[in-house]
């Protein structure tokens, strides 16, 4: 069946400009992650979605960072006002619940120029 | 203090050998863990549950440590296949549920 995917797959922008980037789950799955990886770094927990509970932001490092999950599956998140530290790979990862195995996408690597 | 930490490596190994990592975790609630590898360039992929009494899949053993709050993974016989990295992780339930991942360790068989 289908994995996660993730698209943009690759995003060069420019400082200060807003992206967005999409995450579809596995279908069925209740929870979705975001992480975001820098080069030779370990995965950094961003947001967390489960079921229609409300989400976990722990882990946004700012503002500009926010996320939606519509409809319990696509998740869409967002950056505004782009900034060069925010240059790294975004992985989407989805769990049948909380505590199950996570699945991963193959990740958006953002650039910010 | 982290709230998962692993001893970055990397480790370079001939194959054949045998080689352990360890992780530690902070907190103690902490309910399940994993190990997962993570090929470079790609994302990271689950390798194995680790269950209390210690877990064997093939040539991979886990085994988890309460008392000490630490998990290892004993890779034997290692293949060139094997380098990658590898993310401890750790599951418990705070305030909102979800896996902590450590920052890995770099593993690199060579002939």
């Known amino acids: 069946g289908a994995g996660v995917s993730q698209s943009p797959s690759n995003k060069v922008t420019e400082k200060g400009k807003d992206v967005e980037l999409r995450c579809d789950p596995i279908s069925g799955h209740t929870a979705l992650y975001w992480y975001r990886q820098s080069l030779g770094q370990g995965l950094e927990f961003l947001i967390y979605f489960q079921g229609n509970s409300a989400p976990d932001k722990s882990g946004l490092p700012s503002d500009r960072f926010s996320a939606e999950r519509t409809g319990g599956s696509v998740s869409t998140l967002t950056i505004q006002r782009t900034q060069q530290e925010d240059s790294a790979v975004y992985l989407c990862?989805?769990?049948?619940?909380?505590?199950?195995?996570?699945?991963f996408g193959p990740g958006t690597r953002l650039t910010v120029l | 203090r982290k709230e998962v930490e692993q001893d970055p490596g990397p480790f370079n190994v001939p194959e054949g050998a045998t080689v352990a990592f360890n992780c530690t975790y902070s907190n103690s609630a902490s309910q399940s863990f994993f190990w997962y590898r993570q090929d470079c360039r790609k994302e990271p992929k689950l390798l194995m549950s680790?269950?209390?009494s210690g877990n064997e899949d093939g040539r991979f053993t886990a085994q988890l440590n309460r008392a000490s709050q630490y998990i290892s993974l004993l890779i034997r016989d290692s293949k060139l296949s094997d380098s990658a990295t590898y993310l401890c992780?750790?599951?418990?339930?705070?305030?909102?549920?979800?896996?902590?991942f450590g920052t890995g360790t770099r593993l690199q068989v060579t002939l």
């Open positions: 992780v750790v599951y418990y339930t705070g305030t909102a549920s979800k896996l902590t």
């Open positions: 990862a989805s769990s049948l619940n909380g505590d199950n195995e996570q699945f």
């Open positions: 680790v269950y209390s």
